[in-house]
Every structure is written in structure tokens, then in C-alpha cells.
């Protein structure tokens, strides 16, 4: 059986702003993402929120940092 991937959500420490889990940099304000930076999952997590995008697929099994 497949298995759906759902992007995560991470906060910038420097100016609370919510960004992708893709990002490494925020999206807001340039910076980095942080050990400290705080992680959750979307709140919709049905599979019609799971990633569809071939790329984006092919980025996330790579692995960390890929």
C-alpha cells in the first residue's frame, strides 16, 4: 500500500512566520531554520493533502538535505 507524504510546517524563530518544510531559509525573512525552529503537521492531513507533484516526490525520498 502506498504511503502519502504531507508536508510539514516549521516557524521561523527570528519572525514567527510559518513556512514550508522544504524551505531552509524562511520564506519572510531570509533566516535560517534552526534545530530550534518549531515543526507541526498541516491540519489536514486527509490524503487529498498529500504531495501529488512528481519533483517534489522525487525531493523528500532523496533525503535530508538533498
Known sequence: MPVDI???FWG?????????GRH???ENCGA???DKSPEWMP???????AVKDPALLRKFNAGADC
Open 43 to 49: 491540519g489536514d492531513t486527509s490524503p487529498m493533502a
Open 6 to 8: 504531507i508536508e510539514m
Open 12 to 20: 521561523c524563530t527570528t519572525c514567527n512566520a510559518k513556512n514550508l
Open 32 to 34: 535560517p531554520r534552526t
Open 24 to 26: 531552509k531559509t524562511c
